[in-house]
């Protein structure tokens, strides 16, 4: 469990996040979801340490990040799986050989070792036979599961996710939403979401955290959402939702017409 308590951050004289507080459940998809500069990316910087914020309190069951020095930040990084927006997977290395990669430089493990853990991983997100391919070989789709394998490679208790989603088509993004809520109550993780697909939200949102202009403006889960008198949060949700709605079903008709 992650616990944030009354977290203020600010650039150059200007608040980004104001006194904001909130709890990331152990076992369940937590989302961070609001609008573009409501803060939400420098809440999950600010929760993986790449950010202080100036007050409040970061607690990874009950330890704070904001009185830790280095070695000790370093040492709670290795309980830490994160997935990137872009994958940012190495093109000059094979998918096993992306998955191995965090097990090589912060384990013990013998090659074989962590051959065995990476290609566990792998078929783990369903990649099995898919090793010996390079980045630039497999679909977006395929390459987000990649990164999720290389994500759960070292076992992680808390697993960030930047934008999962970004750049997939709706119907990958489904299966790789399925995969992340699977693979958390599978191992009982504390996963964090940062995320403006609506579809997620109403999906997997088991622990929803909405961000308006810096402030923590309301938490509840994807039931909740639908009966919230929030005016901001419906007006970010449904109007987003219908418009990708109406999106699809244009383009799915211009594709039947062709």
């Known amino acids: 469990m992650i616990e944030i308590k009354d977290i203020t951050k600010s650039f150059d004289g200007r608040t980004v996040l104001h006194g904001i507080s909130a709890t990331f459940h152990e076992g369940k998809t937590n989302l961070i979801i609001g ?8 809440l999950m910087k600010s929760l993986v340490g790449l950010m202080r914020p100036e007050h409040g309190e970061i607690l990874f069951d009950g330890r704070d990040t904001m009185k830790m020095d280095a070695d000790q930040m370093k040492d709670l990084r290795k309980e830490m799986g994160m997935l990137f927006q872009g994958s940012a997977l190495f093109d000059s290395e094979t998918v096993l050989g992306n998955v191995m990669f965090p097990l090589v430089m912060f384990t013990k ?3 074989a070792e962590a051959r065995d853990r990476a290609m566990f991983c ?8 898919a090793e010996n391919k390079y980045p630039a070989e497999v679909s977006g789709g395929m390459q987000k599961r990649v990164a999720i394998a290389r994500a759960i490679a070292l076992n992680p208790k808390y697993l960030f996710c930047d934008e999962p989603n970004s750049g997939l088509d709706p119907k990958t993004s489904i299966l790789i939403d399925e995969l992340l809520s699977d693979i958390t109550h599978e191992y009982g993780m504390t996963t964090v979401i940062n995320t403006h697909d609506m579809n997620s939200v109403l999906g997997i949102g088991e622990n929803i955290i909405f961000i308006n202009k810096g402030y923590r403006e309301w938490v509840g889960n994807m039931n909740e959402i639908y009966t919230t008198s929030n005016e901001a949060l419906n007006d970010f949700v449904f109007a987003t939702r219908l418009f990708q709605e109406v999106k699809d079903y244009v383009v799915s008709n211009e594709k039947r017409h062709k």
């Open 35 to 42: 609008q573009s500069g409501s803060g939400k990316t420098v």
């Open 122 to 129: 792998l078929e783990r997100v369903n990649l099995q036979g």
């Open 109 to 111: 493990m013998t090659t």
